[in-house]
């Protein structure tokens, strides 16, 4: 099974700084790497799929790079509505998800 | 307007079963394959299961292989999980979620999800 690593656990932030998050694999999952934002009581939704190609409908401040082992989600400026849980997910070798960031407001 | 909406989560006691439903709307069910994954109470996400757009591979993960099976009818544009001898570990929120063409799975669209709890 790939685990996903994601840190930091949590994140305090301010509205307009930048955030940035971290996901590791145990082995390189190629580019095959999601990330999913997740609000209280919601479902997730997808952000960022192939690790860098943003999904239908998401904003131009969210943005994922990265491949093999280490992948990076940026938002860079948060706005009051990105205070959430953020997963990232691999669908190299069957489907595992990382533990998740909280991004708080600080 | 696209939509995918759970039902059939409750209460049940351990060793019992347990079917849930994932009723969709607004897409062409028959053209995507579809999935299950769960979230226990304050804890992260877990992929449960997957099915093809034609029900003929299915997919599980290693925590409920044995016990669940997925299914669904393309003439109800419906998607089943048919959940046995259920333990305490199986309690929690279960999504249903459309995935992003073409099957790679990644998934682009969830339900609300449904709630089970496993509990005497």
């Known amino acids: 099974e790939i685990v996903l690593t994601q840190s930091p656990a949590t994140l305090s932030l301010s509205p307009g700084e930048r955030a940035t998050l971290s996901c590791r694999a145990s082995?390189?999952?190629?580019?095959?790497l999601a990330w999913y934002q997740q609000k209280p009581g919601q479902a997730p939704r997808l952000l960022i799929y192939?690790?860098?190609n943003r999904a239908t409908g998401i904003p131009a401040r969210f943005s994922g790079s990265g491949s093999g082992t280490d992948f990076t989600l940026t938002i860079s400026s948060l706005e009051p509505e990105d205070f959430a849980v953020y997963y990232c997910?691999?669908?190299?070798?069957?489907?595992?998800f990382g533990g998740g960031t909280k991004v708080e407001i600080k | 307007e696209v939509l995918l909406v759970e039902s059939g989560g409750g209460l049940v006691q351990p060793g019992g079963s347990l079917r849930l439903s994932c009723a969709a709307s607004?897409?062409?069910?028959?053209?995507?394959?579809m999935y299950w994954v769960r979230q226990a109470p304050g804890k992260g996400l877990e992929w449960v299961s997957g099915?093809?757009?034609?029900?003929?591979?299915?997919y599980y993960g290693d925590s409920v292989k044995g016990r669940c099976t997925i299914s669904r009818d393309n003439s109800k544009n419906t998607l089943y999980l048919q959940m046995n001898s259920l333990r305490a570990e199986d309690t929690a929120v279960y999504y249903c979620?459309?995935?992003?063409?073409?099957?790679?799975?990644?998934?682009?669209?969830w339900g609300r999800g449904t709630l089970v709890t496993v509990s005497s």
């Open positions: 192939d690790a860098s």
């Open positions: 082995q390189s999952v190629s580019n095959y």
């Open positions: 607004g897409f062409t069910f028959s053209h995507y394959a």
């Open positions: 997910q691999q669908r190299s070798n069957w489907v595992t």
């Open positions: 099915i093809s757009n034609s029900g003929g591979r299915t």
């Open positions: 979620a459309k995935d992003l063409p073409p099957g790679n799975w990644y998934f682009d669209l």
